[in-house]
């Protein structure tokens, strides 16, 4: 075998080798969140099987579970989309939430006027005004980010807290949009020609999930295959060798933002036009926060996003069954999230300092062979 051929396996073996760690690091690290979690549902006197088996059935074990997994993950799958899509370009959108807020109040201000198009045009119309909702909400983080240097972490994170109050403006009364006398407040309805199609008749599973899931495909196809997704990666891996390649980065970090958020305002706009028909003062009660976890827990893989999306969904999902079914309060849940997510950063760190320490050696290997014929 030539030295040519040694050096092209030694080069290969290893990125399959990472790429094989990459894909079951989630699944190592949900197995430790449940093994952890057993110690504690076992210190409150239950049953960890029993546990575990009635939220299975909670998730997955009939038509109306499986709806109930698919609704409470559609949000988590477009918000997980905006923020992997965002750490692609190096960049870390926290503002989701706040996006979620502003998109779902565009949506609804479209949905509940009586337009004169027709029933697909009017729901199309407002999907789009959720988009750009979130679009416009990232404007300033994306221009202070690209031209004026400063943390689009600090600026989206400060954000929330406007959405979230911009939201509750339009809810309470004078506000045109609010319901006059409602209980709680709230916006007027949507109108039925802006809301999302139900998949399944009985069920709350609305088009937001499948929008979702088209999502995340042309999100990986644009990533892998098109030149925005090259320009994308190689701003988010190298902004200096990018630039130098002739990419500007300013225009690119702007274009992938604005994205992102855009992406949070879709998860905002399922929410209202298909899940509750009106807008809600706080409707969103962190799904934003949890669309970060999601999107770490998948390491910003577009289609790793879908299934840690659906498994945050299964686990909301199956909470209840497991809480009537043994009386395990439903907070368990949030504790299997965070230490899944905390795991997987654990396994990362683990991998990556493992990775670097092989390398030094390997360089050392290199130096003695090279510097062992003069010492001799």
């Given amino acids: 075998m030539s030295d040519n051929v040694k050096k092209r396996e030694t080069i290969i073996l290893p990125g399959i080798g990472g790429l094989v760690l990459s894909g079951a690091r989630p699944i190592l690290a949900i197995i430790l969140a449940?093994?952890?979690?057993?110690?504690?549902?076992?210190?409150?006197?239950?049953?960890?099987?029993?546990?575990?088996w009635a939220m299975l059935r909670g998730s997955?074990?009939?038509?109306?579970?499986?709806?109930?997994?698919?609704?409470?993950?559609?949000?988590?799958?477009?918000?997980?989309?905006?923020?992997?899509?965002?750490?692609?370009?190096?960049?870390l959108n926290v503002g989701i939430e706040g996006q979620i807020y502003v998109g779902g109040s565009a949506a609804a201000a479209v949905g509940m006027i009586p337009l004169p198009v027709p029933g697909w045009l009017h729901l199309i119309l407002a999907v789009a005004a959720g988009f750009l909702g979130g679009v416009v909400w990232g404007l300033i983080p994306a221009y202070l980010k690209a031209?004026?240097?400063?943390?689009?972490?600090?600026?989206?994170?400060?954000?929330?807290?406007?959405?979230i109050q911009v939201c509750s403006l339009l809810v309470h009364e004078p506000s045109p949009m609010a319901e006059k006398g409602a209980f709680y407040p709230q916006s007027l309805p949507i109108l039925p020609s802006a809301q999302l199609p139900i998949l399944i008749k009985g069920t709350s599973l609305h088009l937001g999930i499948v929008i979702g899931?088209?999502?995340?495909?042309?999100?990986?196809?644009?990533?892998?295959?098109?030149?925005?997704?090259?320009?994308?990666?190689?701003?988010?891996?190298?902004?200096?060798?990018?630039?130098?390649a002739g990419i500007d980065v300013k225009r690119q970090i702007v274009l992938v933002l604005l994205l992102s958020c855009g992406l949070g305002g879709l998860a905002g706009t399922g929410e209202v036009l298909g899940l509750k028909l009106k807008l809600y003062d706080y409707f969103s009660m962190g799904?934003?926060?949890?669309?970060?976890?999601?999107?770490?827990?998948?390491?910003?893989?577009p289609v790793g996003?879908?299934?840690?999306?659906?498994?945050?969904?299964?686990?909301?999902?199956?909470?209840?069954?497991?809480?009537?079914?043994?009386?395990?309060?439903?907070?368990?849940?949030?504790?299997?999230?965070?230490?899944?997510?905390?795991?997987?950063?654990?396994?990362?760190?683990?991998?990556?300092?493992?990775?670097?320490?092989?390398?030094?050696?390997?360089?050392l290997k290199q130096e003695v062979t090279v510097d062992g014929p003069e010492l001799n």
């Fill in 147 to 163: 031209y004026r240097g400063i943390s689009e972490i600090v600026i989206t994170l400060m954000l929330n807290y406007v959405g």
């Fill in 60 to 91: 997955f074990g009939s038509v109306a579970a499986l709806a109930n997994t698919g609704v409470r993950a559609a949000p988590l799958l477009l918000g997980g989309l905006g923020v992997a899509l965002g750490f692609k370009a190096g960049l």
């Fill in 213 to 244: 899931l088209v999502a995340a495909l042309m999100i990986y196809f644009v990533l892998q295959y098109t030149p925005f997704g090259m320009r994308t990666r190689m701003t988010g891996q190298n902004p200096e060798a990018a630039r130098y």
């Fill in 287 to 301: 799904l934003g926060y949890d669309a970060i976890a999601v999107a770490l827990m998948a390491n910003s893989n």
């Fill in 305 to 363: 996003v879908v299934f840690t999306a659906l498994f945050f969904g299964a686990l909301r999902a199956g909470a209840g069954k497991m809480e009537t079914a043994v009386g395990i309060k439903t907070p368990i849940v949030q504790v299997i999230q965070a230490l899944a997510v905390l795991f997987v950063i654990m396994i990362g760190f683990a991998e990556y300092a493992r990775t670097t320490r092989r390398e030094k050696q390997e360089e």
């Fill in 34 to 52: 449940f093994a952890v979690s057993a110690v504690m549902i076992v210190a409150q006197g239950a049953s960890p099987f029993e546990a575990y």
